[in-house]
């Protein structure tokens, strides 16, 4: 069965302090890897796709990576509005289609 | 910019009432979906739609739900009898890409259920 595994679950920065967060991945041919931010009792709001090992997206102060089994999401010098719950998901096959499904998402509160 | 919107932006409901979540997704985009997320828990999909009929379901998505899109700008949800596990954040989505493969989703921001 298709997976999606994110870690960890919080994540607390000081302002400034980088880290990355980790997604992990179990699919039969992979179609697509996205990140999504999702601030509370908001939507989704679309980040980067990733399509082979290797790929790198940036934006900002964030750089996605992947490789042949997770992802990665690092943040660079954070600041508090990047507080947030960001979330990995990937091309599960279902069906005759390929359905966008997530992980739990990581929530990361960074302290001014 | 061009966006998806929902409403309600929150519904509180009695057990075994009919409700109805609206959406109206991006104008030129193809691929239509909506997803619940309980709270404290991940993104659920429920159900995809495509040139008019239901794509692809979860196993959520039982005989209780129904999808249409009934004037070609609306696209609804009807949940025909709700029960108290009903109760979650209910989006709506969509993509401009054709084809199999779904890409990049444009979300809601959601209408909050609350089943009593």
Not at chain 1, 7 to 12: G, Q, Y
Not at chain 1, 20 to 40: A, K, M
Not at chain 1, 64 to 84: Q, W
């Amino acid at each position: 069965e298709d997976q999606v595994t994110q870690s960890p679950e919080a994540l607390r920065l000081q302002e400034g302090e980088s880290s990355s967060l980790n997604c992990s991945y179990t699919v039969s041919g992979l179609r697509g890897l996205f990140w999504y931010r999702q601030d509370p009792g908001k939507g989704p709001e679309f980040l980067f796709t990733l399509y082979s090992a290797g790929e790198e997206k940036e934006k900002e102060r964030l750089k996605a990576t992947l490789t042949k089994k997770e992802s990665f999401l690092h943040i660079t010098a954070p600041k508090p509005e990047d507080s947030a719950t960001y979330l990995c998901a990937v091309q599960a096959r279902r069906g005759g289609s390929y359905i966008p499904t997530f992980g739990r998402g990581t929530s990361l509160i960074v302290h001014p | 910019e061009p966006e998806v919107t929902q409403t309600p932006s929150h519904q509180v409901t009695q057990m075994g009432q009919e409700v109805i979540l609206r959406c109206v997704p991006i104008s030129n985009h193809l691929y239509f979906y909506w997803y619940r997320q309980i709270l404290g828990q991940k993104v659920e999909f429920l159900v995809s739609f495509y040139n008019n009929e239901i794509s692809e379901k979860s196993e959520i998505f039982d005989d209780q739900f129904s999808v249409e899109r009934p004037d070609g700008s609306n696209f609804t949800l009807k949940i025909r009898s709700t029960k108290l596990e009903d109760s979650a954040m209910y989006f709506c989505a969509s993509s401009g890409l054709a084809g199999l493969v779904a890409g990049e989703l444009f979300f809601g921001e959601g209408s909050r259920l609350t089943v009593l």
